[in-house]
């Protein structure tokens, strides 16, 4: 089994909707989480820490279930611009793995007009 | 400023060739981290450098994989006899402090075709 798993999409949304998707990870002890973006045959770029309490930046927001070990991205009023892959990040914060992020596979998120 | 620099930004190379990938970090970071992302995949740990200590190799796929970082700067990932797996690209990336993990800065990758 990954250690952290995303549903590939595509996820096809129309422009101004709203979409969500989630990932799973399966090392409990993971203590920081993160989205990152990464552009067709570009590098990732970070796009959002993901904090216990939930967080939002501008039109993502951001959420943590430990219970159920996964994280989640909404996006709402989809853009054109936000067409791209999202990657799901964790990491424990033990001294021994600073650094080491174990990324997801993916979801990739085409914005339609 | 400027970014992660990484060269060459495409290789082909046939197989049971030897390659050198070169990755420039942010001036002043101190650690630095290679990933590999093949196709469809997420990226893959390969290997980290923190100032002076001992790399974490604990990523590398196997002894063909080797890396080095002169003067806490610049990074060399090296591939011993390429297989046609090996083929990916191989993203470095650095950041100010390991604990900033928010703050890793990825260069635009190697993309690597073995033939």
């Known amino acids: 089994r990954k250690e952290v798993e995303q549903d590939p999409g595509p996820f096809n949304v129309p422009e101004g909707a709203t979409v969500a998707f989630n990932c799973t990870y399966s090392?409990?002890?993971?203590?920081?989480f993160f989205w990152y973006r990464q552009d067709c045959r570009k590098e990732p770029k970070l796009l959002m820490s993901?904090?216990?309490s939930g967080n939002e930046d501008g039109r993502f927001t951001a959420q943590l279930n430990r219970a159920s070990q996964y994280i989640s991205l909404l996006i709402r009023d989809s853009k054109l611009s936000d067409s791209a892959t999202y990657l799901c990040?964790?990491?424990?914060?033990?001294?021994?793995?600073?650094?080491?992020?174990?990324f997801g596979a993916g979801t990739q998120v085409v914005v339609t007009p | 400023g400027a970014g992660v620099s990484q060269s060459p930004s495409n290789k082909v190379t046939e197989k049971g060739k030897d390659v050198e990938l070169r990755c420039d970090p942010i001036?002043?970071?101190?650690?630095l981290y290679w990933y590999r992302q093949s196709l469809g995949q997420g990226l893959e740990f390969l290997i980290y450098?923190?100032?002076?200590?001992?790399?974490?190799k604990s990523g590398l796929p196997s002894d063909r994989f080797s890396a080095e970082r002169t003067g806490g700067s610049v990074s060399t990932l090296t591939i011993q006899r390429t297989q046609q797996e090996d083929s990916a690209v191989y993203l470095c990336?650095?950041?100010?402090?390991?604990?900033?993990?928010?703050?890793?800065?990825f260069g635009p990758g190697t993309r690597l075709l073995v033939l």
């Open positions: 990336a650095s950041s100010p402090r390991p604990e900033d993990q928010e703050t890793q800065y």
């Open positions: 090392n409990s002890a993971s203590q920081s």
């Open positions: 993901v904090y216990s």
């Open positions: 990040v964790v990491t424990p914060l033990t001294t021994d793995s600073w650094g080491k992020l174990q």
């Open positions: 001036s002043g970071h101190t650690a």
């Open positions: 450098f923190q100032g002076n200590s001992a790399p974490d």
